[in-house]
């Protein structure tokens, strides 16, 4: 199919405009470029797709003090409020190291070049995939592509949601899918489609019938409870594709970084941190990754793929 890029791409081009608005802003009320020497303490960031924002600080807060342990600086959790701003805080140096999903590597990437390098990303990352789900009300059961969804929604004013806009499971990617399988954006086919903002809430407004579908990541789906699941059941998973990297400052140097990456891919269960972080991340292990893995996400933005109004 052809696809019309030009609104899509000038409110990507916006959003990168303002986060290199953000970073000029930064680095200009410091006088100064980011500084080179190795900090006194590290911050870490993620991006919020948890709802819960307490259980992301702690869950967050024991991978922080794991890896202040393994390289012997103190090493604090920043939470912040939505996507951008975790990409604004590891490109203007308030984060050092980012959790973040492909979308927002890819975002990170654009805005900094080589200053942005990989630690690390989950086993499960290499292949993750994400969920629609539906309302029981909709009557919906398992159906073998989303054409058949947008087939079977014709006249009947149901309502989608996503997650967060920026977010690679919980929009960019099944927007993809869907835009690509049914020849249609999803705004052509629904009632209404909306964002709610991480993947949880997603699962809570299906469930409890506020809209009648939605996508979100399959790990968010499975950590729900039995209750959750039963009424918002899945109704198509998507082919996999790469997600979730840990990204960091490549001006914390190549001895920190390598210490770094040594003690990410030794977590394991064995440390009480290591197993409340694999635990929440859904994980077995983290394995080595290289940016190069995250580049088809920034030909994507960069081609002004329409990500949605």
Same mark, same amino acid.
Request: proline residues 4%.
């Given at each position: 199919?052809?696809?019309?890029?030009?609104?899509?791409?000038?409110?990507?081009?916006?959003?990168?405009?303002?986060?290199?608005?953000?970073?000029?802003?930064?680095?200009?009320?410091?006088?100064?470029?980011?500084?080179?020497?190795?900090?006194?303490?590290?911050?870490?960031?993620?991006?919020?797709?948890?709802?819960?924002?307490?259980?992301?600080?702690?869950?967050?807060?024991?991978?922080?003090k794991y890896l202040g342990d393994a %390289?012997?600086?103190?090493?604090?959790?920043?939470?912040?409020? /939505? *996507? +951008?701003?975790?990409?604004? =805080?590891? @490109?203007?140096?308030?984060?050092?190291?980012?959790?973040?999903?492909?979308?927002?590597?890819?975002?990170?990437?654009?805005?900094?070049?080589?200053?942005?390098?990989?630690?690390?990303?989950?086993?499960?990352?290499?292949?993750?995939?994400?969920?629609?789900?539906?309302?029981?009300?909709?009557?919906?059961?398992?159906?073998?592509?989303?054409?058949?969804?947008?087939?079977?929604?014709?006249?009947?004013?149901?309502?989608?949601?996503?997650?967060?806009?920026?977010?690679?499971?919980?929009?960019?990617?099944?927007?993809?899918?869907?835009?690509?399988?049914?020849?249609?954006?999803?705004?052509?086919?629904?009632?209404?489609?909306?964002?709610?903002?991480?993947?949880?809430?997603?699962?809570?407004? %299906?469930?409890?019938?506020?809209?009648?579908?939605?996508?979100? /990541? *399959? +790990?968010?789906?499975?950590? =729900?409870? @039995?209750?959750?699941?039963?009424?918002?059941?899945?109704?198509?998973?998507?082919?996999?594709?790469?997600?979730?990297?840990?990204?960091?400052?490549?001006?914390?140097?190549?001895?920190?970084?390598?210490?770094?990456?040594?003690?990410?891919?030794?977590?394991?269960?064995?440390?009480?941190?290591?197993?409340?972080?694999?635990?929440?991340?859904?994980?077995?292990?983290?394995?080595?990754?290289?940016?190069?893995?995250?580049?088809?996400?920034?030909?994507?933005?960069?081609?002004?793929?329409?990500?949605?109004?």
């Amino acid at each position: 199919m052809t696809h019309t890029f030009s609104a899509g791409r000038r409110k990507y081009l916006h959003f990168v405009s303002a986060l290199s608005l953000s970073l000029a802003a930064t680095l200009s009320l410091s006088g100064t470029a980011l500084a080179k020497e190795v900090p006194s303490k590290l911050i870490i960031t993620a991006i919020p797709d948890d709802g819960d924002a307490d259980r992301m600080r702690e869950n967050f807060g024991a991978l922080a003090k794991y890896l202040g342990d393994a %390289v012997g600086l103190p090493v604090e959790y920043m939470h912040v409020e /939505n *996507y +951008a701003a975790s990409v604004t =805080a590891l @490109a203007t140096g308030r984060a050092h190291i980012a959790w973040l999903g492909a979308v927002t590597t890819a975002q990170a990437r654009m805005l900094m070049g080589d200053e942005l390098t990989i630690l690390g990303s989950r086993d499960i990352d290499k292949g993750f995939v994400s969920y629609f789900i539906a309302n029981p009300s909709t009557n919906l059961t398992q159906i073998t592509d989303l054409k058949e969804l947008a087939k079977i929604a014709e006249g009947k004013s149901w309502s989608f949601t996503f997650g967060s806009k920026s977010s690679t499971s919980g929009h960019m990617m099944p927007r993809k899918f869907f835009t690509d399988q049914a020849e249609a954006p999803p705004e052509e086919v629904f009632r209404t489609v909306a964002y709610s903002g991480s993947h949880d809430v997603v699962m809570q407004m %299906v469930a409890d019938g506020t809209y009648d579908v939605g996508a979100l /990541n *399959y +790990a968010s789906w499975d950590k =729900a409870t @039995a209750e959750l699941k039963d009424k918002a059941p899945i109704i198509y998973k998507t082919p996999s594709y790469t997600n979730y990297a840990l990204t960091a400052r490549a001006d914390l140097g190549p001895e920190l970084l390598a210490q770094l990456r040594t003690a990410l891919l030794s977590l394991d269960s064995n440390n009480p941190n290591g197993a409340k972080v694999l635990q929440y991340l859904k994980a077995g292990r983290f394995v080595e990754a290289d940016i190069s893995e995250w580049q088809g996400y920034v030909d994507l933005l960069e081609s002004g793929i329409d990500i949605g109004s």
